[in-house]
């Protein structure tokens, strides 16, 4: 792919507990400037798209432990689209999915999706889990119609890998998020077969794409 391309496949993010409006802004301005999309908290949404028209905008649901009830994360999915969001990135119930509440976890992701018109990504914080529970939830956001799959939500220890993303796109779409902090494991995550890129370091991650 091209560098147009490349940049268009990385979610700069910024979701940590601190960020303030003026950390957005310098989050879009710069998703404008190297043509990424931005991620961004739900608190901002509406904000950030007068702000930055022209930027495609994630937020996130049931962020970040995905333990708020299924009816609350469908309306927070649905004030975020109102809001102008994009895309939404969703968390699942991790808790009900170790207990094998596997229905549970299919129906919290098909409330959602079910809820919006735009896409549903599913985080299914791949560091807290098994190989069999990685399965049971990408099986659960097939079902639910989810868009993709995402690895990470960047809070609990650990992040994307190339062994999970192989394994989570033989399901889905993959955005690998979590960890990736350069352009090589950028490159090395969509060759692990990534369509998306999750970062904080997106700026850096373009900058390294070789003239």
């Known amino acids: 792919m091209d560098r147009t391309e490349f940049a268009a496949r990385i979610d700069h993010t910024v979701l940590g507990p601190e960020t303030t409006l003026s950390d957005v802004e310098r989050v879009l301005d710069e998703a404008a400037e190297y ?40 309306e927070e999915a649905v004030d975020a689209w109102e809001s102008g969001a994009d895309e939404l990135d969703m968390v699942i119930n991790v808790g009900r999915l170790k207990a094998a509440e ?40 097939v079902e639910a119609d989810a868009d993709f799959v995402k690895t ?17 796109a033989e399901y889905l779409p993959v955005k690998a998020s979590g960890g990736v902090g350069s352009y090589e494991k950028a490159t090395e995550m969509f060759d692990a077969g990534a369509e998306r890129i999750g970062a904080s370091s997106g700026v850096d991650i373009v900058s390294g794409y070789p003239e």
Do not use: W
């Not at 807290?128 to 529970?133: K, W």
């Not at 809070?155 to 999970?164: H, I, K, Q, R």
């Open 152 to 168: 990470s939500t960047g809070f609990a220890e650990g992040g994307a890998t190339v062994d999970d993303v192989e394994l989570m």
């Open 102 to 141: 596997n229905d549970a976890v299919e129906e919290d992701v098909a409330e959602v999706v079910a809820a919006v018109p735009v896409p549903v990504k599913v985080i299914i914080e791949t560091a807290l889990l098994s190989e069999d529970e990685k399965r049971r939830a990408c099986e659960a956001a």
């Open 35 to 74: 043509g990424m999309n931005a991620c961004i908290p739900p608190c901002y949404v509406a904000e950030a798209t007068d702000y930055a028209p022209d930027v495609t905008v994630a937020t996130v649901v049931g962020f970040p432990h995905g333990q708020h009830s299924t009816a609350a994360k469908r």
